[in-house]
């Protein structure tokens, strides 16, 4: 079982930054591919930021260049640096893992998932 627990949420003005973390527990290693999601109010959820267990990337379009996905694997932990902040990237955000030796390409490949973390970006 794999139990992940975001936080580094807030409310940040635009232009501002936050760095979020997500904690994961169980069995989960360098082996597993992490992601973050994001989910703004009446929209659908969407890829933010997927990493590899070997440190390969990728970046949703609205973000590249603002955002930075990384992690530890010793510490079990996922990171994602925002920076220079808009109002369009307010939603909740969440952390999710997929099994051992899987590349998701898709959301639903994605086995486990945390609880979420509201970011707030005011004009």
């Known amino acids: 079982q794999v139990h992940l627990v975001e936080s580094g949420g807030g409310l940040v003005q635009a232009g501002g930054s936050l760095r979020l973390s997500c904690a994961a527990s169980?069995?989960?290693?360098?082996?597993?591919?992490m992601g973050w999601y994001r989910q703004a109010p009446e929209k659908q959820r969407e890829l933010v930021a997927t990493?590899?267990?070997?440190?390969?990337?990728n970046y949703a379009d609205s973000v590249k260049g603002r955002f930075t996905i990384s992690r530890d694997n010793a510490k079990k932990t996922v990171y994602l640096r925002m920076n220079r902040l808009k109002p369009d990237d307010t939603a909740v955000y969440y952390c999710?893992?997929?099994?051992?030796?899987?590349?998701?390409?898709?959301?639903?490949?994605?086995?486990?998932w945390g609880q979420g973390t509201q970011v707030t970006v005011s004009s």
């Open positions: 999710a893992a997929a099994r051992r030796f899987i590349i998701p390409t898709r959301e639903e490949e994605y086995a486990y």
């Open positions: 169980g069995s989960i290693s360098s082996s597993n591919a």
């Open positions: 990493i590899t267990g070997g440190g390969l990337t």
